[in-house]
């Protein structure tokens, strides 16, 4: 890697005169003499240790006591997909990827979108995969096909007939996933955090930029109804400019940790599981997407501003330390990541940003989600509240022509306020969202993605979002392990973070959505239709209850015939409605 072979060549050439002369010449000695010692304080930093959330392509030089991120250059064959678009898709063919924690939730709600076929299961254990089809079988859909192992996703996504892969895997699979499957022509949609690095960043915005192919951030605190109310407000002014915001993870995890894979090539010889393995040897906020996704719609990030710097701070590792100590009987030997991280980000326009990440000391579940603008006030816990100046609610509800910002708005100035901007996103899906579980925003968030993959109209979240929520890990362990040193953000739109103004959700027109639904709601239906008269899950179970391999081979035959049979049908149903 290059900072091992930087500080390599330093110590070899120290007895030679000059290193930078020899390494570098004398021009720019004095620069590359800064990254060369920012590169040896890094690898001496981290104890030898490569941690998923620093890359060792990253570079960096010191400016005035600050750490600059150096933005790459744009290759000469890419554009950016700032309001890309994909072509109508009148179904949308999925295939998910992880089938352990959120993957089956994540399926279940897909089998109750119309206008989908959830054409693939895949989880290295196929037990897992196997299991997620009693979705598909309850909602009366054809059944998926199963992929497992360690790289069945590989072989699912080299398959024509997905349009959309659905990734819910461990962190450490997210991007790998991810980049095969856009390299095979699929839109993606990546659970988060989608990169956990920002050479991972990068790499998935180059394949976005090359491929005209969306890559999505599952962020469902976007979609929360708090959230989406308050950027309804936002977008119409009602706080007036909003100079700071605060968001986080605030989620003790002790009932979780041994529920989350045990992944058989991550050497975890202290049986920790991925995600407290992951943290320990891991620094800066690993998991900022929650509390920063929704702030960062409401202040236009790269629609008009855009993160320029950070500075990181964490406390040392207590609970997290002692837990593997605990479990293991010794005291590990470092603990990368402290029990609560807090980050400070200012804007281009110089706004503030504060993201914290705690899932180790006990306390009440918390997002923060505050919003102090130039005219009022949002916070959504530990009670979801607003604090309003000004006339923004006149002559809406009795007794609000006298608003006091010194405090909250009562019960029925809130209802009022909230009756007023309630988001068009939750007229539309948040009613069966709440139906849905886990608060209605998963359901909404994946209503949303399908409508606009149905509709052709540009994604609430693209690919930049994904790098600038998630790069907050790399970003603040530079940080941390500079001494809490300013660390820069990268631009990672490369000059074009302000040509759209303000954030907003794209909508088709009422015909055009009348005319969409009409024909997901007839694929339904009749998938329907045709799995029920082909007897497909009769089928699919005499595969599983063959008697032996000769049987199971025979039932196995008669089951694709009828598969295949069924789509044909289900091709010619479309064709007569159309």
Known sequence: YENHEIAHNAHAETSHGNPLNHLFGKKNSSMKLKKLLLSVLMLLSISGLQAQSLSPSTQIHWDKGTLVIETPERPTDQQHVLGLTAP???????????????GPWAVWRFCNIPGVEVVALCDYEEDRAEASQKYLRDASLIPADIYSGEKGYETLCQRPDIDLVYIATDWNHHFPVAKYAMKHGKHVAIEVPSAMNLEQCWSLIDLSEQTRLHCFILENCCYDYYEMNALAMAKDGVFGEIIRAEGAYIHELSAFWKSYWQDPNDNDTDNLHW???????????????HGLGPVAQCMDIHRGDRFTTLVAMDTESF?????????????????????????????????????????????PYNRLFKLTGTKGYATKYPTPE?????????????????????????????????????HPILTKF?????????????????????????????????????????????????SMDNNCAAV???????????????????????????????????????????????????????????????????ALKIYQRAKAKAHQQLAKKLKVKK
């Open 319 to 363: 609970v997290g330390k002692q837990y593997v100590e605990n479990l293991t009987g010794k005291e590990p030997k470092e603990f990368r990541n402290g029990d609560h991280t807090t980050t400070l980000m200012r804007t281009a326009r110089g706004k503030v940003v504060e993201i914290q990440h705690n899932v180790m000391t006990p306390q």
């Open 430 to 478: 948040g009613e069966k969202g709440r139906a849905m579980g886990h608060g209605g925003m998963d359901y909404i968030m994946d209503a949303r993605l399908v409508y606009c993959l149905q509709n052709g109209l540009p994604l609430d979240m693209d690919v930049y979002d994904l790098a600038e929520w998630c790069c907050l890990s790399e970003l603040g362990a530079l």
């Open 488 to 554: 820069t953000f990268p631009d990672f739109t490369r000059g074009h973070w302000d040509e759209m103004k303000g954030y907003k959700h794209a909508y088709a027109s009422a015909e055009e959505e009348e005319a969409t639904e009409a024909k997901a709601e007839a694929y339904t239906i009749a998938q329907k239709e045709v799995a029920a008269a082909a007897n497909l899950w009769t089928l699919y179970d005499n595969v599983k209850n063959a008697a032996d391999e000769k049987a199971q081979d025979k």
């Open 275 to 289: 995600r407290m393995k992951y943290n320990m040897e891991n620094r800066g906020d690993v998991y900022a997407t």
């Open 88 to 102: 109508k898709m009148e179904t949308v063919r999925v295939a998910f990827v992880g089938l352990g924690m959120r």
């Open 386 to 422: 607003y604090a309003l100046s000004g006339d923004v609610m006149k002559d809406t509800a009795p007794n609000m022509d006298d608003i006091n910002a010194h405090s909250f708005l009562n019960d029925a100035q809130k209802e009022a306020l909230e009756k007023k901007y309630y």
